[in-house]
Structures are given as C-alpha cells and as structure tokens.
C-alpha cells in the first residue's frame, strides 16, 4: 500500500469527517472495482500466451541439459576460464559464494555445542540486549533509575487507519 502525503487540517468538525469518511469509502471501492477489472484483463492476456510460454520453457530443458554436459566434459579444456562461447549462446560456471555444511544426521546445534568443547575460538558468543525484560520491569518502581542509566525508554506508539466498509456502500 502506498502511503499518502497529506496537507495540515485542524479544527474538523463531526460533518466534514463523516463526507471525508465518505468519499474515501466511494474511492476505496471504485479502486477496487478498477483493479479487480486490471487484474481480469491481465489474467486474460496470460491464458493466452500460457500454452506458448509453457511449450518454449518445456523446449529449453533437453538443450540445457546437452549444453551443460558438453560443458562438465570440455571443462579442463578450457584452462582457467569459467565460460565458453558458443555459436549461439556463451555456457559456463559460475563460483558460489562459500558456505559452511552440516553432515546429515547432524543438527546445526549439536555442531555449536561440539565446537564449544573442542575449537571454542570457533564460536561467536554475542551480548545484547534483553529488551522484553526491559518492557516487562517499565512498569516497575525502579526503572526511572534504569532509563537514566542506560540512556533509554519503553514507548508505545499509537497509528491512525483507516477502513472502509465495502459492504455498507453502494457506488454508481
């Protein structure tokens, strides 16, 4: 949803918020009615294309598969580079980025707690902070001595919305 700008207004009386209430229900629903027709449209034109789309993706799978087992048997060929051209398309492989595995039947947790026992410069222990147990005590008598401490504060935010009752509005 795009968020919009709006002028300064004060002083709005009981009428004018009940016509803004109005008109913001009318345009919510004809916008709805327009998108909902855009989206119809839109659907309409992918059905047709569809069977095309799906044939040309079902025709790019047995020549990709021939390309890339030319490429896996001619890669020592191709010294140190990582792609070949072709006549028509330029094949290759592309380096991913390095990423630490597990062995099946292991689980990410009972690794950490081996590493902690046998290679403990391998484990990153983080400090932060506990910001539940700070909302919880922001009741307490005590936590005026904790805001100034700590240089903080619990806060609630109030948001305004607004929503219109599609069902109890007939536009023409």
Known sequence: MTRIKTKVISNVTLEQAQDASELFAQNTTKLDKIQAKMNDEINKIKSKYQDDITEL???????????????DEQKESWGKKKSIELLHTVIGFRTGTPKVTKSK???WEGITELAVQLFPDLVRTKAELDKDSIIALSKEDGFNEIKKGLFIDVVQEESFFVEAKKEELQTT
């Open 57 to 71: 993706q079902d025709g790019l799978v047995e020549p990709q598969k021939i390309l890339h087992v030319f490429a």
């Open 105 to 107: 039947g292991f689980s």
